[in-house]
């Protein structure tokens, strides 16, 4: 047991241990440990390289660091609640290795634009990494949309069934929603790259620092050019858990829609027993366990971003303590988005089945061919309102007599208007309806066959 310490000459008497609890950071931001031995060691380079401290000193410094770093790796390096946080754990164990230049790393830095500097390196990292595991879900959906081109699915708006498109361009509507999540986080990124290295506490430093020295280490883009700013600034943070509320929002909906079609109700999909789960007391059950967690998760994600936009609300210039509440939250959106996007990638590659017999049936089944009537006339000259309340009779007569717009004869159809002829069978067929609709974007077959050569270019493009 370490005697407590004070906090520094200034102090009497060390914090009461409930206090030192409550103040430490550590058990959570041992996360950035990486990130703080890598901002240290371009840090200590760059106190050498502008003769503030000596080049020998810098390199032992190094080392110190970096064997840190793998004390760590290995798991050896395990501070307490007495380090405070991470910045304190890893200066303390600096000096406790390398003795007198251990002390001078802190030359020219506060701990305000140190934990910074170590939250944009994260974020960066975890950035590129959500990225990629978009492109990994996107490439996904590209083959299941490929396989899937001409499988007709119901189209629906207000949850009602309004016309049939192509399962595939349903499908590659989600990949246009996560193309735009990693533009998103690619915006996002800009503004988490940099550096505000050297603002020191907030007013910058005495010494002859180089901040573009330290921020060309790191690979930051440019530095803050105000250090009130720079030490204060957690705008990106604000921006990655808007971002990744979006993504949220995106599987969610995806979510919804695989609930509702593995339902008995919609019967459009089975669920394969590796992502399904059992009741614990009805057998005969299958659960979407899967989507649902996914749902439920984007309430922590939307959850944190109102958080952070609390915690930076009405803040006064420059670093406060709330800035400490910043780190949980977005560690664990970061979590969740990756874990989210994992299982949704494997639940879609692997553990779904389209039922396709049923999504055939489906289509042929209702009035979603309706508006291809009144197109149908529209197309002769019948102006396309008169066409409409046309054929709204048509299906308030259809469906008082238990029948479908397929089953009119000939006969019938010419006497609700004259220019219906033979081949109003086949402007309402379920393909014929998918097809016709060419126009860009739509879900015409050529039109999907596109946007699917489109998609493929994207991602080989990553
Ligand atoms: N643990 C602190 C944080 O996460 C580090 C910065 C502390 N700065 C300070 N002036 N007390 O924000």
Known sequence: MTKPQTWSD????ALHPAIARFNASIGFDIELIEYDLTGSIAHAKMLAHTGIIASNEAE?????????????????????????????AVERRLT?????????LHTARSRNDQVGTDIRLYLRDQIRQIQGRIREFQQVLVNLAEKHLETPIPGYTHLQRAQ????????????????????????????????PLGCGALAGTTFPIDRHYSADLLDFADVYGNSLD???DRDFAIEFLAAASIIMV??????????LWSSEEFRFITLKDSCATGSSIMPQKKNPDVPELIRGKSGRVFGHLQGL?????????????????????LFDTVKTIQGCLEAMTVLLSEGIEFQQTRLAAAVAEDFSNATD?????????????EAYNLVGKVVKTSLAAGKLLKDLTLDEWQQLHPKFEQDIYDAIAPTQVISARNSYGGTGFEQVRQALSQAKAILADR
């Not at 064997?67 to 050896?76: A, D, L, N, V």
């Not at 290795?97 to 001078?104: E, P, T």
């Not at 996002?188 to 550096?195: G, H, L, P």
């Not at 009537?373 to 309102?385: M, S, W």
């Open 10 to 13: 200034r102090f009497e008497s």
């Open 60 to 88: 032992s410094i190094v080392a110190g660091l970096e064997q840190i770093r793998s004390e760590y790796r290995k798991g050896e390096f395990n501070p307490g609640i007495d380090a405070e946080d991470v910045h304190f």
């Open 96 to 104: 406790e290795l390398i003795g007198a230049a251990g002390k001078k």
């Open 164 to 195: 049939p498109v192509s399962l595939a361009h349903h499908l590659l509507a989600y990949f246009q929603m996560c193309d735009r999540d990693w533009q998103r986080l690619d915006d996002v990124y800009k503004r988490t790259n940099i550096s």
């Open 230 to 232: 720079g030490v204060s």
């Open 250 to 259: 995106h599987l969610t909906r995806l979510s919804e829609e695989l609930i």
């Open 309 to 329: 936009l609390t915690i930076m609300k009405g803040l006064p210039l420059a670093y406060n303590k709330d800035l400490q509440e910043d780190k949980e939250g």
């Open 373 to 385: 009537v009144a197109d149908y006339l529209a197309a002769k000259g019948v102006p396309f309102r």
